[in-house]
């Protein structure tokens, strides 16, 4: 089973760096979000396929519109949080407020139960486990925020695995949890279908990758297809090189592993789920 799943938000939601971390900042930003979006429509309209869209409170604020778009082209919306915050530095109070008013703008301009959520940056971990119950108390149901490996922010390296499961969590709620799948290369984990990986990693190793794994979970953004954005002021080399590298070729790539592979958004019934007790872990 193959998930298509996009983390809609615009080329400045960089988690982590001075110039974008607060939101006051974000609106004297030039906005790329219509162009990265059309580009990812028109890419899905081509292969006739309908995916998962974890959009962002704030856009939904500002462009309506796009998200009105994103509707009307029967794709399934999801949130990615209101204000794009690292869950774990956020307090229960303030996680929860964040996702429950972006569940709300986002059900009040498409008319629909939004059961769906990845939080930003993958951040839920061990200090914040209690995510899960929020989520599940807002009225989430299927939740794709488990990097089970290591990585900058959030990673959960002992989630026991990287298929879908059901979380159990500590006061007793279930969610369907559709985590990061990974490959190994000389003992690391790695997420190959999504960020710097896929624009990274040559054609023939990313087809080979999808191919070999039966449940694969995508991620992309709008500005991982926009070869015209600006750059983000003050990023170190490794950052520049992570975010910006090679971007002209995904979606010629994304394509052709399109073609090759059944994709779907995230509304699966036939799921065989092991539970996954959040004590546990
Ligand atoms: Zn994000």
């Given amino acids: 089973m193959k998930f298509i799943t996009f983390d809609i938000e615009d080329w400045f939601h960089i988690l982590d760096h001075p110039e974008t971390a607060n939101p006051s900042s974000w609106d004297k930003f030039e906005s790329r979000i219509d162009h990265g979006v059309g580009l990812i429509l028109d890419l899905m309209d081509k292969h006739d396929l309908k995916g998962t869209f974890f959009c962002l409170g704030w856009i939904a604020e500002k462009h309506p519109h796009i998200i009105k778009r994103i509707d009307a082209a029967g794709h399934h919306i999801g949130t990615h949080s209101y204000y794009h915050q690292l869950a774990y530095e956020q307090r229960e109070d303030e996680y929860r ?113 999808f191919k070999s794994q039966e449940y694969v979970m995508t991620y992309f953004h709008p500005r991982d297809f926009d070869a015209g954005q600006p750059m983000i002021p003050g990023l170190s080399r490794f950052r520049k090189f992570k975010s910006y590298t090679r971007i002209k070729n995904s979606s010629s790539k994304l394509g052709c592993i399109i073609k090759q592979n059944t994709f779907n958004g995230l509304k699966i019934a036939d799921l065989t789920l092991i539970p996954i007790n959040v004590v546990n872990l």
């Fill in 97 to 209: 407020k964040d996702l429950s008013d972006s569940i709300k703008i986002l059900s009040d301009l498409t008319g629909k139960t939004i059961d769906a959520y990845r939080a930003p940056g993958f951040s839920i971990k061990e200090s914040n486990l209690w995510a899960f119950d929020v989520m599940a108390e807002e009225g989430i149901k299927y939740d794709s925020s488990v990097f089970p490996a290591n990585r900058a922010h959030g990673g959960l390296p002992q989630f026991k695995t990287d298929q879908p499961c059901k979380v159990i969590t500590k006061k007793g709620y279930e969610i369907i949890e559709l985590p990061m799948n990974t490959a190994s290369l000389l003992g690391q984990k790695f997420v190959f279908s999504g960020g710097g990986y896929f624009r990274l990693l040559p054609k023939w190793y990313l087809k080979k990758l």
